[in-house]
């Protein structure tokens, strides 16, 4: 299959939706992918099943601020600069594009990346969600040397970086995305399709426009719903938003009191960027790496940790991450603890039975 | 010629003078070179006219805050990782180290590098002096272009830049930098010595070490200003010290009052990192990148910007820089106006005749 025009707008709300209220604003990716159709036509969808064990993959994302991505249309010099390092590097250009990270903006704006270099777009990613730091990805979490991250800013420089692991790899790429004015192109974990068994994320993409199609019919949170698998933590209204940006971080709190059938309930939120943990009366009802998303009740549309607002309507949606996560490093790397938090893990399916 | 043991102390005397009080202490790096010299051997030091010109030069030097590098002894690592990045880069290892800055610590430390990397040391540098800023070389001022920059850190971490730039190359390697522990070894500028003609300042390892060894007689003052012709600006006592370290850089002034034939005179110094301005009764005396260095009146030793005590017994004294400084594009990149002085360039020989 190939993403075509029609298509971008239910990737992006379905990227949206898995971004659990992180990864960037889908409109500037969406924006990017509809120009990039546009000029260079659809994009083919590829699986890596498809692919020969020798295909180069470069995973993609942008790195930086949300205020400032936000502002930021992705140029088309960042993707070529990346892939001709790529091939100074490896001898020979990338076969595929494959988003590090569906949740949010960095779920759509591949579609541009792949269109732009005349490449197919890989059904994975690295995350199946979306998480603020470079090292929580699949790659990672799979054992796979963190070795090679490349990076474009839109003033034409590329560094490369070659990170002991994966902590020195968010560190340095973080550094550098500032100093380039807070917002970066950027290929990390660049693999064969060989090596890259097992360690991604599949189906990521399908789901994405799934899950944003679910919502295009008559009674869209339900359908939503259905679609993740989601259990229905609470629906109600916001009645206080606590929120603080600092280093290009959102961190916070955000309270829903129940309406209608949720009367009386009540359901505080932890945000760091994306929904962490979701607590009602002290007792911890999901957490982080499983998803959390609060939706307009009516649209079932996904609403950004920055886009709360006192007296929305809205509805919070909980559901299983990818296995992977839940593995011991998998915890280890995006876990409750890895956050700050003093939890062990208990899955959502548990916590919410 | 070969660098060995019993050069190591005239070539740190003789880089500490041509650091004009800045360069990072010289002791660090030639304790590097004692080290490395009694392991492998003395360093062949070879003429920029002895190289084939296909010959690979990789101008080093460490960048960071010198309050850590003071600190540091540089590992073997990082020359090492360097060399093996060029490699993978060029299709070949480096043929030749230089200095890329032969005032202070990082005219004697390349002793070391090139000792461990089994290497000749290029009898040249980028500078003829110290300078505070990665751009401020003469590679950058001669037009080539700045477009690859290779760090190495202590943690085993390598970053490559390929910057649009010199400022960009700047601002980029400062960051990396500031993230890797504020000290790393850097190549910047790695090129061919058929490349290089006419854009290196040359003959400056040689230079370094006959400055230190004219300090070694029974009147070294007097031996010192001899062997670099320099003008005595004052001879005196330390009065008056002014210093704050802000990011990295040490700012501030030093006030010398004369003594002996110089009683009754004044002199200021403007100090960033390095002596970069001297003024008397309201008129300047010497400017960047003229070189102003403080000495030990007595045995003639350079006393760096962060040693400069109350009390000392110190002369100054003033002489030309290379002539590619004065060009205009020498002046544009460290002229007075590049750090911020509102003074038209005026040689020193012109303003102490």
Redesign the interface.
Known sequence: MKIDLGDVAALARGCAVLGTGGGGDVRTGALAARRAIEEYGAVPLVRPRDLAADALIVPLSGIGAPTVSHEMIHGEEEPRRIAE?IE??FGRPPDVVMSSEIGGANGVAPVAWAAQLGLPLLDADGMGRAFPEVQMVSMYVAGLPADLVIMADV??????????DGL?SE??A???C???GSHALMADYVLTAGRARGALIEGTVSRALAVGRATEGPAPLRALRDELGAVQLISGKLTDVERRTTGGFVRGTATIEGTGDDRGRRLTLELQNENLVAVEDGRVRAMVPDLITVVDTETAAAIQTEALRYGQRVTVLAWPCDPLWRTPEGLRTAGPRAFGYDLDYVPVEELTK
């Open positions: 390092e100074r590097i003033a034409g420089n590329v560094v490369t970086i070659r990170p002991v020195w560190r340095l973080r550094a550098v500032v100093a380039a």
